[in-house]
């Protein structure tokens, strides 16, 4: 598992609003690709956008409240870990909150 | 010091021993020669590749990698053409040379062609349409040939032959069976189980059975045009397989001076006899004067050799085998073990018969043990019987209880009295103290016995017993494989539950089912689509749609692709468009430089390549309604030119695959369900082979074919019903869909759903409505229906903020490559 931080202080993504729920959008951060999702339950997981099986695009694919599971091939990855469950390699695990509405991404 | 071991034959048998000696750790180099060009594959299983039930890959017990990691080399497509025993060599057809220490010898059987005249053409080896059933290359070939004709005969009423049968039902319409003896079966089965076989295989199968069949002469010049009997009789036909017995392949063994009378000669070690060095296993060797043509006798021979060989048990002996058979013959259980007929005056004979019911049972009994049993119809107590013809146990007094069960629960053998190296699965020979092990070390439910020791894994007659004895190892705790019956994954539920449930508590959107249905609540990422079709199913526009509980496809109407673009295939019904429809399309391409513009299987035209973000856009510019290429849903009714044009159509093909894509467009679906309309049994637009299929006949007719398949699966469809007009075709249609609807599992398409639940019970339900139901299902299509709605509307307001935004990272994707 792999946590990295984007940068020292937490960036403003936008809007919560703008991610429905149950879904994924993608953010471009300082040059990365970051998948955001917004969990049914109401809370957010930031993991790096590209499937590290083929390249395919996370935020596309279909969660529940722990895993992501990829548009391509079907494989699934913990959102939590970043670990995969079918065994690839794991994907990046992104800090992420909801403060006053807005998504803030890192620490 | 590690020995150089040859095998010659890589079969059932030269694979089977091989895997032993491994699993005793024998210390040898093994090379092995085979002339058919695969690894090892299950035969018995060719049959269920023939009747469709089974694919290539699914009847390979050891792929090349095996071969390679067991350090095994495999000279696959070499055949041995001669052994010499004096300088320990074998030579090959490649003109090799190579020694050896200890030689095992399991070549087979080869398929046995009765004197006929005409059946060889000499350039070809048979004559074009004759097969024989043996191997790989024959099935395919089979397959490959019967699916253009219509008419089969197939020369021997034994097991392969009505296996064959039965297998090419799936190809042609006609199948003819042709058996030179009096009654099917003769050697399992005494005269009047082999005709109550009969009757089961005409009456219920619709296979034509001919006995007393000597076939003469098959007839034709450059391909069969049928086959003449000794009478006279004449039976057109384009197909012919002959299943009319097997010989031992022992011919390049006896020119190699090895002794071979009816098979190669073996004495209790499997050893050749008179050699040290030599062996023989499988249906090419004769132990005590017997030769055997079936697996369970060579997976013992197998265990025999491997523990001799080895050194782990010199002494072990192989004392022969007393066969017994349980199958299932073309969908009618048979089961027969040693005589079909009484020897003595003093032998009991106890017989049952119903022939009403297609059930028939006989027991022969000698000094109170059973010597012998055939059982037809009827298979409920074939595993007990086969105990104790095995065991020579004396048997009850009670004979009556030995067929019937009185009192008592209708059960089987019970594990508890089993013995523990009683065979289970004789495909695999796996016994009951392996399934019992593979429990006790940890796997508790039947999938992962069955996948850890292979049990129920070949013709899948043991299921039963295996679960049984799962059941009972694991202290009668039946830990079920959970998921194996739920329509999803993460719902604990068969799909007729769920419905019920569904139903009884009114939930409507999928997270509702999870928070209901679900111990704990769980959500599970991976049963939100099978859950979203099948609400959407139930409640139609009542259904609260849930975005994120849609496949990416279904949120943006577009099939993705492996570079994250998507396509976009606007709707043309029945494939019919207009050049000015023509003209927008190109038009639309080229403004958002499209990479790729392609015709679909299903006449469509496909702009690949487009970017998520752009779809909305190129939805409003094209102006047309969206053509599902990318749902579990209805997709496209492919048709021909029909009457309009062509000069053989004799109904309107295109008018009437309009009217059905028209009406049914968009309906969801457990699978993607493909239709097509045909203007004459010419079959331009391939009906035979779609989940619904259309053809017109002559007289105004119109015939409905369904569960066809030519996708991953090749699949002829079977004929529903025959009708008079167009409206009724539609009407059926809808009414076919819909039962699909309710009744598959999730992702199970028609192919496989039409043959699990029966064409004539599908036939009983949607064409006579035996069950009453036909007006529910019309008007629970009916709904859907009007509940339609193209999708592509929803460019102008998207339905949750940011539906049409890209989601592609900045890396480079592996890039499609255009075309120019
Ligand atoms: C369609 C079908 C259905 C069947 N169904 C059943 C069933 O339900 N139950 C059952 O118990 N049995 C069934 N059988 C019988 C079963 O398949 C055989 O008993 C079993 O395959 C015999 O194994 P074997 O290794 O002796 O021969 P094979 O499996 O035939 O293997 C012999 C191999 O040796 C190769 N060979 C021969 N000569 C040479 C040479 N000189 N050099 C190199 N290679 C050579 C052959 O090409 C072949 O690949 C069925 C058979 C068929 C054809
Ligand atoms: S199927 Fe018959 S009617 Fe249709 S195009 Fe072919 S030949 Fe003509
Ligand atoms: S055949 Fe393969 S590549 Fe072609 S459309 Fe089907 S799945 Fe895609
Ligand atoms: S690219 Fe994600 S699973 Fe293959």
Redesign the interface.
Known sequence: MTITTASSTPTVLGPV??????????Y?VD?D?I?VFRL?DGSLRAVS??CPH????????????S???C??H?F?WDLATGCSQSGQAPIDVYPVREDDGQILLGE | MTQRLVVIGNGMAGARTVEEILARNGDFTVTMFGDEPYGNYNRIMLSNLLAGVETEEGIFLNDLAWYSENGITLNAGVKVERIDAKKKLVHDSNGVATPYDKLIIATGSYSWTPPMKNVHNPKRGYHQGVFAFRTLDDTRGMIRYARDHERAVVIGGGLLGLEAARGLQNHVSQVTLLHAMGHLMERQLDPKAGQMLQASVEGKLGIKVITNAMTTEILGKDRVTGVKLADGTVIECDVVVIAAGIRPNTEMVANSGLPVERGIVVDDQMRVQGEQDIYSVGECAQHRGNLYGLVAPLWDQAKVLADHITGRNPDAAYHGSKLSTKLKVAGIDVASMGLIAPETDDDEVVVYNEPKKGVYKQLIIRDDVLVGAVLVGDNSKAASLIQAFDRGTALPEERAGLIFDIGGPAGEVSPAEMADDAQVCNCNGVSKGAICGAVSSGCKTVSGVMDKTRAGKGCGTCKPLVQRIVEWANGGAVEEDPAASWYVP?VPMPKPELMAAIRQYELKSV?AVFDKLVPGG?????S??GLASLLKMMWADQYED????R??ND?VHGN?Q???TFSVVPQMKGGVTTPAELKRIAEVAEKYRVPMVKLTGGQRIDLLGVPKEQLPAMWADLDMPSGYAYAKSFRTVKTCVGSDFCRFGVGDSTALGIAIEERYQGLEGPGKMKLAVTGCPRNCAEAYVKDLGVVAIDGGKWEIYVGGAAGAHIRKGDLLTTVDSAEEVIKLTGRFLQYYRENANWLERTYAFVPRIGIDRIREIVVEDSDGIAEALDAAVEEAVQAYKDPWKERAEPV???QF???????V??QVPVRA
């Open positions: 609003a703008d991610i429905p729920l149950g879904e994924g959008r993608t471009a040059g690709m998948a049914r956008a590209v083929k390249g395919g695009p996370l935020a596309d694919g279909q969660i529940d409240n895993i992501v599971v548009p391509l079907l699934a | 993460g997270s769980q959500h599970d990422a991976k939100k689509m849930e975005r994120d509980a496949f990416i949120r993705i492996k570079d994250g949750t903020p940011g935004r890209t989601s592609l990272p900045l890396t994707l592996p």
